[in-house]
């Protein structure tokens, strides 16, 4: 029992000396303060979108030429919706027609059944994703877009206003980066159809088309 008194006051002893030596400082010892700093920043939203030949992404292009028609045969021309945006909910693109495809006079019939096929006055449009041969088939532009149905399959166009047919809503485009800037985009493939019967009125047709694409926030 003494043994065990005489080492708990040694312990005793020694604590109260080391808390003793730790509470006193010397009259020239350095002392120390804090402070803080906070470093923001901020970074803007940003979105480029150009239409561009559905072979080469770098070609800027307004015209998509449907040829000579002819009974018995579908004539088609594709281009390509270049986008990218650091938009943190992706972007929508959407279009709307300025009249139909017309040729003053006779305007051509919407296709009605999801397909143009020969035999048939019909003219109709269709959207690829970039992961469904909506862009060069190296495979060099990724970030596939979502296409809204029913324009997985030939549609009308003959909206006035705009109608939105695709959509990334999953953050920013960064799943290629490096150079040049462009494979840093998703290419939106669309292709116009038309096909025509031996009724179908001679002349020159033509239609505009206006695309829109909206960075979501």
Same mark, same amino acid.
């Given at each position: ?21 730790? /509470? ?28 561009? %030949? ?17 009974? /018995? &045969? ?12 650091? &938009?943190?909910?992706?972007?929508? &693109? #959407? ?8 040729? /003053? +006079? ?5 296709? &009605? ?5 020969? #035999? ?13 041969? /909506?862009?060069?088939? +190296? ?17 009308? !166009? ?10 990334? %809503?999953? #953050? ?5 980066? #490096? ?16 096909? !025509? ?21």
């Amino acid at each position: 029992m003494k043994r065990y008194f005489a080492k708990a006051v040694s312990i005793a002893a020694t604590l109260s000396l080391a808390i003793s030596t730790i /509470g006193i400082l010397p009259a020239n010892a350095a002392q120390s303060k804090y402070a803080y700093v906070d470093v923001t920043a901020q970074v803007n939203q940003t979105l480029a979108f150009d239409i561009v %030949s559905a072979t080469d992404a770098t070609t800027t292009v307004n015209t998509c030429a449907l040829g000579t028609l002819s009974n /018995g &045969a579908v004539n088609s021309c594709s281009y390509a919706l270049r986008i990218a945006t650091n &938009a943190s909910s992706g972007f929508v &693109a #959407g279009f709307r027609a300025v009249g139909e495809l017309t040729n /003053g +006079t006779a305007n051509f019939n919407h296709v &009605a059944d999801g397909t143009v096929t020969t #035999g048939t006055e019909e003219y109709g449009l269709r959207v690829f994703a970039s992961a469904d041969g /909506g862009y060069s088939a +190296t495979n060099t532009y990724a970030s596939p877009s979502v296409i809204n149905a029913p324009y997985t399959t030939d549609q009308p !166009i003959n909206m006035t206003t705009s109608t939105p047919v695709a959509h990334f %809503s999953t #953050g920013p485009f960064d799943s290629h980066k #490096g150079t040049p800037w462009y494979q840093n985009s998703t290419l939106i493939k669309v292709r116009h159809s038309a096909s !025509i019967s031996v009724g179908t009125a001679q002349g020159a047709y033509t239609q505009r088309v206006w695309w829109e694409v909206t960075a979501s926030p």
